[in-house]
Structures are given as structure tokens and as C-alpha cells.
């Protein structure tokens, strides 16, 4: 084997050596962004659940593959008064969750995880922030004036 087919080989070889273990580290973090949906989000969203359906509000919950969307309305309305959605970015060496919040006229995305050199896993962020975030939001967002405008639309 000749010098050229040598060098083909190798490059060959790093990028099968590169790829695997960037598919692998994506398939460890998805799987842990899953599982922080299916455990820690879950639990987070029946809690503000339940609380909301207190005050006649209604909440309709969307599981995304690596998300949830949380939707609230009041009873005596007819549209959505705000929504929540956690998402997950995922990395092979970390994830990132962002929250969006907002109505259907206005959203904002903060992200609620911080960018680290090193990927230490979701436990850090447990269902008390979530739960203190949404509410921050929430409540902020219901605490606004209404737009100036507010009788030329309905």
C-alpha cells in the first residue's frame, strides 16, 4: 500500500473515530434531555397546573420530543392569556433549555441553563425553578396594561 492510499485510510478512520463519538455524546444528551421532560418538567407543569385551575383557569399541556408547551387560559375567555414553553437544545456534550413565554401577539425566549465548558447534566436545574420561572413570567405578563388600543380591537 502506497503512501496515498495510507493517508486516505486515515482520514477515513478519524472521521469514523469523530463521528461515533459525536453521535454517541448526542445520544447520551438527548436521552438525559428526555428523561429531565419526563420527570422533572412533568412535575413542575402538573404543580402549576393544578394551582392555576384554582382561579378558573384552563391549561392545556403539548409534550414535544425534547419540550413541553404549556398553555393557560381564563374560563370566561375564549383565547389562549399566556403560554409556556420549555425546549431543550441538545448538544453531544450538553443541553440547553430555554423558556418562551408570552401571547399570541408577543413572545420572548430566555435561556434558563448556562452555557458551561463542561457538561454536568440537568439536576442542577430542578422543578422549583421552573416553577418560580413560569410564575415570574406569568405574572408579570397578566400584570401589564392593556394597550392603549385595547377598544379599536375588539
Given amino acids: 500500500m502506497d503512501d496515498w492510499q495510507e493517508n486516505m485510510n486515515d482520514w477515513q478512520e478519524n472521521l469514523e473515530t469523530v ?3 459525536y453521535d454517541n455524546g448526542l445520544l447520551h444528551t438527548t436521552q438525559h434531555a428526555i428523561e429531565f421532560f419526563d420527570f422533572t418538567v412533568k ?3 402538573e404543580k ?7 382561579y378558573d383557569r384552563s391549561v392545556r399541556r403539548t409534550r414535544l420530543d425534547t419540550g413541553e408547551i404549556l398553555n393557560v387560559s381564563h374560563d370566561h375567555r375564549d383565547e389562549d392569556e399566556f403560554y409556556y414553553t420549555l425546549e431543550a437544545q441538545v448538544f453531544p456534550k450538553r443541553v440547553r433549555v430555554y423558556a418562551t413565554y408570552g401571547d399570541r401577539r408577543d413572545k420572548t ?4 441553563t448556562s452555557d458551561r465548558d463542561k457538561y454536568i ?3 442542577y436545574l430542578h422543578e422549583q425553578i421552573i416553577i418560580e420561572d413560569f410564575v415570574k413570567r406569568y405574572t408579570a405578563h397578566i400584570s401589564q396594561p392593556a394597550p392603549i388600543a385595547w377598544r379599536e380591537t375588539e
Fill in 109 to 112: 425566549t430566555a435561556e434558563l
Fill in 121 to 123: 447534566g440537568l439536576a
Fill in 48 to 54: 402549576i397546573t393544578d394551582e392555576l385551575e384554582k
Fill in 19 to 21: 463521528l461515533k463519538k
Fill in 43 to 45: 412535575n413542575a407543569f
